[in-house]
């Protein structure tokens, strides 16, 4: 799979447009989804969650869709801001709190 | 709160030679987990903890040893370093009902 370094994809955005991000996941037992950024030379951090009985969640900026028929995750973040460029990974469980299954990363690269 | 935190920060090894990362939060989170980040491989889990005194395999657990001794801390040894384990190393930790997994700031270890 993907992850941190040469070969991730990236999406280039200008600053104050939206960005959409997406994650395609296999495990249909899975139930709980969490998005995460992580800043160069940085750990993780959690961004936002949502439970399999959910198909939409917004926080501050940014929106999770979710669509368990075709096992896809997406989010979005709204007027992205240069302090929006980062690494963005999906993850994925079968219950709250059981360990996670990380996707690919996805590079945000935000233009001034 | 400082959270969870690791050290070392860095760390140059020589094949052959044995070091422990340790990692502390404290948040009083029952779960705790060790993953390594490779360029093109994504975050892997080597081994987790569900509570004081037991630990798990993960995904990529060979030439790694854990211990949680104490909730707060989980210790990873490499006995015999090899270049193959060259890596940036996370530690996360998360409570039984909430599944955002909390991450440290990393550990960069080269093995020449």
């Known amino acids: 799979g993907e992850s941190v370094g040469l070969h991730l994809p990236t999406l280039s955005v200008q600053e104050g447009d939206n960005s959409i991000i997406n994650c395609a996941y296999s495990?249909?037992?899975?139930?709980?989804f969490i998005w995460y950024k992580q800043e160069s030379g940085k750990g993780p951090q959690f961004i936002i969650d949502?439970?399999?009985?959910?198909d939409k969640r917004q926080g501050q900026r940014v929106t999770v869709l979710l669509n368990k028929t075709v096992k896809h995750l997406s989010l979005q973040i709204a007027a992205t801001q240069p302090g929006d460029s980062a690494v963005y990974f999906c993850?994925?469980?079968?219950?709250?709190?059981?360990?996670?299954?990380f996707g690919g990363g996805t590079r945000v690269l935000v233009k001034p | 709160n400082a959270g969870v935190t690791q050290t070392p920060k860095f760390r140059v090894l020589k094949t052959g030679q044995s070091m422990t990362l340790l990692c502390a939060q404290d948040?009083?989170?029952?779960?705790m987990y060790w993953y390594r980040q490779d360029p093109g491989m994504g975050l892997r889990l080597i081994h987790y903890?569900?509570?004081?005194?037991?630990?798990a395999k993960g995904e990529v657990p060979d030439g790694y040893n854990v211990s949680r001794l104490k909730k707060q801390n989980f210790l990873l040894g490499l006995e015999s370093a090899a270049p193959s384990q060259t890596s940036v190393y996370f530690c996360?930790?998360?409570?039984?009902?909430?599944?955002?997994?909390?991450f440290g700031p990393g550990t960069r270890l080269t093995v020449l």
């Open positions: 993850a994925e469980s079968e219950a709250v709190g059981n360990k996670l299954t």
């Open positions: 996360a930790s998360n409570s039984i009902v909430a599944g955002g997994q909390f």
């Open positions: 495990n249909s037992a899975s139930d709980y």
């Open positions: 949502i439970r399999s009985n959910m």
């Open positions: 948040m009083n989170h029952e779960y």
């Open positions: 903890s569900v509570g004081e005194g037991t630990t």
